[in-house]
């Protein structure tokens, strides 16, 4: 936006939420534009979020804010009458924004949330209450989903623009400290800003004062975008971004400055499924692996101005592995909390069956518990508590998350959270023992065939959900089985070049080994010769074990040099044996 | 003869030691094979290491180890599914990579409705092989027995990755078929096996 264009727009909150995940990128850019300068206007500072960044938009700012003028000025015969209103749940309402890009290139000191509340006629808490609202909206409608995606879009002002928004949001709804410092190196200043306002706004650390969102609701909203990235099946694509894939790319000094903002990829497609990452990416990684199979190497990269990169950018790489260790972290709380509600809920259960007993003697059983005889009840958590009671967050969490993994009809739902979790249990021991340790609620009604978990009689998650798919093939294979093969399918293509690695670094070793030898000694070893009828095996049933003594036989092995070109380990083991029964025999 | 006899163990000492030192070796080689031979026929079995696993098994993989290619091809063609599970289990169990690679080439090869189970099984580390039941420990009634075991190693435990990949990529696109036409315990059976590959994705 230039300089002389101070521009208040009113446009209603879907159409400015539909804009995001409009196909027109100009229009995304636009309406990620105004929701920063809501989310500016409510942090009272106009400072960039990254100043590595910061040097590509400059021209698509000017064009997404005359965009917006005309849009607003489109929209301002139907969002009169709605002006400094609240914000609707669907969008019913305005949202009112005021940019000043002056103040925000110049870095002039910016106007307190009150002069921009009177300036936009909206008052402050007001202000902040939209831009709750908004998140809250985001997280419902799927914009998020769009928002992550625009970390990998071809445009660099589209990456910059959904960086500052996700930032933002992520910085608003989580209050953990640790969050924030992960933030502070790039955000400097401004978030030790961010930080006290979000003190200031978090429920728990002042009063609540008119305006703020009630605890409840302050959950509300957490949930609200844990599940929703998880839901829409952002983690496995969070994953990817804070990897980063390889690209090759033109030198900025070769190309004009157009081509130079965009990365030589497809688009990233919006309405992504989990198969649709995976297809994305495999081009990605093709891509780069044709420029390496193209003879493009580190050194030759310089001289044709092209180099080889990390896709996206460090910040955004930065920001998706930040949001997946908060993610990880909110879970594993919610499921300690979930495991002590359930386990509590177990004692109190168990309490009440004893309790039965004396109270209501039934008198047709013959196996009536005698009221003298009964042992004295335990005493029950409420009682006498023994842990600290499980936070409503946590197990609300994590019964949005089980609930519909468990039951829900819509596989394609219950895949994205399975492969969240999977995703998320990676980056934390902790957390993925908890995963699989952590018991189904009571609610969900058991299925018919239950399979039993190695070692433990309990009844797990993923044994529960396996049991609950079982006479569905169709969804046990889309929301268990290709997400397993894909999870094995990349750990096979990385031990396969770990594989590769090693060997081109151990090739002189190998070849000491493999070089054969003059000496040809060769062990004698015994085995066991067993009747048929032993032979056979089921799958289900462990083969039945044979005295030895009448059936061994002596064995007379290849020489010690082949062996040991195939086994080090056997070739030692009979080498010693081999030498010591030498020796035996020449005392 | 008694001196010839001492002058042989010394050489054949000789040639053990160097041999572990990895130098190079100058000696008699082929006396050394001949005395080392006869010198172990004479020993009682119970001098003798006992391998887990049954003698077939053990003939057939010291053949692949000194076979080529084309032979051993026909040869775990000829092989029932157990055996070449267990000669799996035995590669692994010494890390012979070559080998294990082939069995798993000739066990992916072999994937069908019937066999499924079993090599999803054997894919997972989940697999066993018979073992003579008797003391890992050398004892006065057994004399110096000492009883290599398999199943008792860690590197057979571990689930193989590119066998793992393709039983579920066949379940993947055969799992209604495989479904239809196992029996409920089967069933049953691999989805307990599916619970098992999720624990080894899932815990650390």
């Known amino acids: 936006m230039s300089a002389d264009q101070s521009t208040v727009t009113m446009m209603p909150v879907n159409e400015l939420l539909s804009l995001i995940v409009s196909d027109v990128w100009q229009f995304q850019v636009m309406a990620l534009d105004l929701l920063l300068h809501l989310v500016r206007s409510n942090a009272g500072t106009e400072r960039e979020p990254d100043s590595t960044l910061t040097n590509s938009n400059k021209q698509s700012s000017k064009a997404a804010s005359q965009k917006a003028t005309i849009i607003g000025k489109k929209d301002a015969g139907i969002s009169d009458n709605t002006a400094g209103g609240k914000v609707g749940r669907r969008g019913t309402n305005s949202l009112m924004t005021s940019a000043s890009s002056k103040a925000s290139n110049s870095g002039q000191p910016q106007l307190s949330k009150q002069q921009q509340g009177e300036s936009s006629g909206v008052a402050p808490s007001t202000s902040i209450l939209q831009w709750w609202s908004i998140c809250q909206e985001m997280c419902k409608l799927g914009i998020l989903r769009s928002l992550f995606w625009g970390l990998l879009s071809t445009k660099a002002v589209m990456r910059r623009r959904c960086y500052q928004v996700g930032h933002r949001i992520i910085a608003h709804i989580w209050t953990r400290f640790s969050f924030i410092i992960r933030f502070y190196c790039i955000e400097n200043m401004q978030l030790l800003k961010e930080m006290i306002l979000i003190r200031i706004l978090s429920p728990g650390a002042q009063n609540n004062t008119s305006g703020q969102l009630s605890k409840k609701e302050f959950i509300a909203l957490k949930i609200d975008c844990v599940t929703s990235i998880v839901e829409q099946g952002l983690v496995p694509l969070l994953e990817h971004i804070s990897t980063g894939v390889p690209v090759v790319r033109a030198n900025r000094d070769s190309i004009s400055p157009q081509s130079a903002e965009a990365v030589p990829l497809a688009p990233a497609p919006l309405d992504c499924s989990f198969d649709d990452w995976q297809r994305y990416y495999a081009g990605l990684q093709e891509r780069s692996v044709c420029g390496e199979a193209a003879g493009i190497s580190e050194t030759a990269v310089a001289s044709e101005r092209v180099e080889t990169t990390l896709f996206p950018e460090v910040p955004l790489r930065e920001l998706a592995a930040s949001v997946i260790n908060v993610l990880v972290d909110m879970l594993k709380t919610s499921f300690i909390d979930a495991t002590q509600e359930q386990a509590s809920r177990d004692i109190i259960g168990a309490d009440q069956d004893s309790g039965a007993a004396p109270a209501a003697p039934s008198k047709s059983t013959k196996n009536a518990v005698d009221p003298r005889k009964a042992q004295p009840p335990v005493p029950s958590p409420t009682q006498a508590p023994t842990n600290p009671p499980a936070s409503p967050l946590g197990v609300l969490l994590y019964k949005r998350l089980v609930n519909p993994l468990l039951v829900s009809g819509n596989n394609k739902l219950k895949a994205n959270i399975f492969v969240g979790l999977l995703c998320l249990g990676g980056f934390d021991a902790e957390f993925s023992q908890q995963l699989w340790t952590v018991p189904v609620p009571h609610e969900i009604p058991r299925p018919l065939l239950v399979l039993s978990s190695s070692g433990t009689n309990t009844l797990n998650l993923f044994s529960f959900l396996l049991s609950s798919l079982a006479k569905d093939p169709t969804a046990l294979c889309s929301v268990v089985v290709s997400p397993l093969l894909q999870v094995l399918s990349a750990a096979l293509q990385q031990q396969q070049r770990d594989q590769s690695a090693t060997m081109q670094s151990t090739d002189g070793v190998t070849a000491e080994f493999s070089r054969p030898r003059k000496a040809v000694l060769s062990p004698i070893i015994c085995c066991v010769s067993y009747t048929p009828s032993h032979q056979h095996r089921t799958a289900t049933s462990k083969h039945s074990q044979q005295a030895f003594d009448a059936q061994q036989l002596r064995m007379q092995c290849p020489s010690l040099d082949l062996i040991r070109r195939h086994s080090i380990t056997l070739a030692t083991l009979l080498q010693v044996r081999l030498c010591s029964t030498i020796v035996r025999a020449s005392i | ?204």
């Not at chain 2, 697999?127 to 420990?137: G, L, N, Q, V, W």
């Open chain 2, 1 to 204: 003869v008694q001196s010839e006899l001492d002058g042989q163990i010394e050489r054949c000492k000789q040639l053990l030691l160097a041999d572990q030192s990895g130098s190079r070796v100058q000696t008699d080689i082929v006396d050394a094979e001949t005395f080392s031979r006869v010198v172990t026929t004479k020993i009682p079995v119970t001098d003798l290491y006992l391998f887990a696993g049954r003698y077939e098994i053990w003939q057939e993989l010291f053949s692949h180890l000194q076979d080529t290619s084309f032979l051993m091809a026909n040869s775990l063609k000829a092989m029932t599914l157990r055996d070449t599970i267990d000669v799996l289990l035995i590669a692994r169990k010494f890390e012979m990579k070559l080998l294990a690679e082939e069995y798993v080439s000739s066990l992916i090869a072999r994937i069908n409705v019937a066999d499924f189970s079993a090599i999803f099984e054997a894919a997972l580390g989940l697999s066993t092989i018979f073992e003579p039941k008797t003391s890992s420990k050398p004892n006065a009634s057994a004399g110096n027995i000492r009883v290599v075991s398999v199943n008792d190693s860690d590197a057979i435990r571990r689930p193989h990755l590119r066998l793992c990949c393709a039983c579920l990529s066949y379940l993947s696109t055969n799992l209604e078929q495989l479904f239809r036409l196992s029996n409920a315990q089967t069933s049953t059976f691999i989805l307990q096996l599916l619970h098992q590959c999720l624990e080894l994705v899932i815990l650390p």
